[in-house]
């Protein structure tokens, strides 16, 4: 008895534990953003609160989100997935209908209604990871069957990287398969349809990069930096220019002056450099610790989940947040090629913080299921191909 309430109290303050994690985020990222906008927006909307504004609307909305889905009753969340994965399907395909989709920046990701704007791939970040743990636990005995175990997933995953992809997306189409195939792995998928999907994925991946023009600048730039200084590589070259001179404590928060005009949309994708140069060497180590605990209260939670379904949600959520912060810096510090991948919890945009705080809510239910499940001995995967119960 005594191990078992021993059990149950550890995993409560690692519960505990996930949500400060996931306020002081979400506090880093605001103040971040604040400064980071704030003389882009006094200049181009004549409010330099313009973007915390907006921000701080969409991120009460999305700590709602986060106790919703932290509380949700998973079993009964499984029974809306088909109508979740449609209603993302639909609302990509309206972004390539004209006068529904808005274009910016040679894209058109976004839907429009009045001033508020929604980019759906962003929902395609927690409807297909959850899509998929559904699916591939209902179908964890017949994975050996490639045309009813594989193939049905690997269709949909296939539908909205191409829905993604023709919203001139390329790069978050790429990050969604690569999620999937994170997933697929851990499901248990035959290693000879895995390196067969990879083996597939990466020349089709290379041929789609040459489809167009600024894929193609934007990978000689970073293989060849001094290559268009001015053009495809200034973004990245200014970025790393505000990151070196940051030195071991920063600039200080408000004080940074690379935001000022050096780095074109720095509140958005590229807000990490704005981040490091006034937080400096201390706040790069704050930033990546706040992550790594993310992660591995995340992946606990999927290790010690009573059902497959659980492990495969809370791990995809996981890596998908976590991975999605490592490219964005990796991007940021001129490391990768130039993507539009955004910041978790720090980059502007109402979309991707409410996606980022669901999955995060999710990720919590998972943890939180598994602490009240916990019974102290080793973990036994079960797999609820039939009705779940009330916890699952």
């Known amino acids: ?99 529904i989709g808005v274009e910016r920046y040679g894209a058109s990701r976004w839907i429009e209604i009045g001033s508020v704007s929604y980019q759906p791939s962003e929902m395609v970040k927690f409807v297909l990871p959850l899509y998929l743990a559904h699916l591939l636990d209902k179908k964890a005995n017949n994975l050996d069957n490639f045309y009813s175990g594989i193939l049905p997933p690997v269709i949909v995953t296939g539908l909205f990287f191409g829905l993604i992809y023709m919203q001139n997306n390329f790069s978050t189409a790429v990050f969604i398969v690569f999620n999937a195939m994170i997933i ?110 993310f992660g591995v209260i995340g992946y606990r939670a999927a290790l010690k989940s009573k059902t497959v379904f659980g492990r495969l949600l809370a791990a995809g959520l996981t890596t998908m947040i976590v991975s999605q912060a490592l490219l964005n810096t990796a991007v940021v510090s001129g490391a990768l090629p130039a993507t539009g991948i955004p910041l978790p919890f720090f980059s502007a945009g109402g979309s991707s913080l409410v996606t980022t705080l669901i999955c995060a809510g999710l990720i919590t239910n998972v943890a939180r299921k598994a602490g009240l499940n916990s019974n102290g001995c080793s973990v036994d995967i079960t797999y609820d191909n039939q009705e779940e119960n009330d916890e699952y």
Not at 266 to 284: L, M, P, Q
């Open 1 to 99: 008895m005594y191990q078992f309430d021993a059990e149950r109290s550890q995993d409560q303050k690692t519960v505990h534990l996930f949500y400060f994690c996931v306020i002081l985020l979400l506090g880093t990222g605001l103040v971040t953003l604040y400064s980071a906008s704030y003389s882009f927006a006094a200049r181009f909307f004549r409010d330099g609160n313009y973007f915390i504004i907006r921000q701080l609307i969409f991120a009460v909305i999305g700590v709602a989100a986060f106790f919703v889905f932290s509380y949700i009753s998973l079993s009964a969340l499984r029974k809306f997935v088909l109508p979740l994965v449609c209603i993302a399907a639909f609302l990509c395909i309206l972004t390539l209908i004209p006068g």
């Open 184 to 293: 697929f792995f851990l499901a248990g998928m035959r290693y000879r349809y895995f390196f067969a999907a990879v083996a597939m994925i990466i020349p089709v991946s290379a041929l789609l990069i040459f489809t167009k023009e600024h894929r193609v600048r934007r990978l000689v730039s970073f293989l060849r930096p001094e290559w268009d200084p001015m053009g495809a590589g200034f973004q990245v070259n200014a970025s790393r220019d505000a990151i070196v001179s940051s030195g071991f404590f920063g600039k200080g928060i408000g004080e940074g002056t690379r935001k000022i005009a050096s780095i074109p949309e720095i509140h958005s994708d590229f807000i990490f450099s704005a981040y490091v140069e006034e937080t400096g060497f201390i706040g790069i180590l704050l930033f990546f610790a706040l992550f790594a605990v």
